[in-house]
């Protein structure tokens, strides 16, 4: 079945350590991907986008994405977390031709002091 | 610029109760969704509109209708609310340029179903 995996439910990191949010995806073609971010009571806020190009993507707040197509992986990665940095952070995907965005369920972040 | 509006915030029903939700943009997008977030489950898209006067079924529509009459209007409606209808409602909106434009959230509207 198609689908949009985010393996960590849940992650707790000090401030100032490095970060990794895994998203793995299982579709036929590549798909457009994205990460949005969720603090608590808000809607979602788009941190990054990969459609074509570099691998590398830069987002906002510091945050980038790393696109692996051998592993279907699309990873968020921040250097140096700072506690505003707690939220959930959601992986999402867009198949080409199609209109719906189809998102994993997410990761809980939570830094500690 | 308010972007993507959504009306009420909160909202408490009887089971068997209707109600509808507003959602708006200001954007002049093509393009709505309505999710609902639930715990552990992440986004499920209900319903989305590619235009005006259209509308489409996503992953969970059933105990839902919307309607798109205007451009900048997407209504969600529930006829016969039921328990299992709480939840937390997002409205979103994209251009219609490519398939790589990212949505647009509302703010969501809480909405427990008793």
């Known amino acids: 079945a198609q689908s949009v995996t985010q393996p960590d439910i849940h992650i707790t990191v000090s401030e100032g350590a490095s970060l990794e949010l895994r998203c793995n995806y299982s579709y036929g073609a590549t798909p457009y991907l994205f990460w949005y971010v969720q603090s608590p009571g808000q809607g979602l806020q788009l941190l990054l986008k990969?459609?074509?190009?570099?691998?590398l993507v830069q987002g906002i707040k510091g945050f980038e994405a790393e696109f692996k197509r051998s592993q279907s992986s699309f990873n968020l990665r921040k250097p140096s977390v700072h506690w505003s940095d707690a939220a959930e952070y959601f992986c999402?995907?867009?198949?080409?031709?199609?209109?719906?965005?189809?998102f994993g369920t997410g990761t809980s972040l939570t830094v500690i002091p | 610029n308010a972007g993507v509006t959504q009306t009420p915030k909160f909202r408490v029903l009887k089971t068997g109760q209707s109600m509808t939700l507003l959602c708006a943009q200001d954007m002049n997008h093509e393009y709505m969704y309505w999710y609902r977030q639930d715990p552990g489950m992440g986004l499920r898209l209900i319903h989305y509109?590619?235009?005006?006067?259209?509308?489409a079924k996503g992953e969970v529509p059933d105990g839902y209708n919307v309607s798109r009459l205007k451009k900048q209007n997407f209504l969600l409606g529930l006829e016969s609310a039921a328990p299992s209808q709480t939840s937390v409602y997002f409205c979103?909106?994209?251009?219609?340029?490519?398939?790589?434009?990212?949505?647009?959230f509302g703010p969501g509207t809480r909405l427990t179903v008793l």
């Open positions: 509109s590619v235009g005006e006067g259209t509308t």
């Open positions: 979103a909106s994209r251009s219609s340029g490519g398939y790589y434009n990212e949505q647009f």
């Open positions: 990969y459609f074509s190009g570099d691998t």
């Open positions: 999402a995907v867009v198949l080409p031709t199609r209109n719906q965005f189809y």
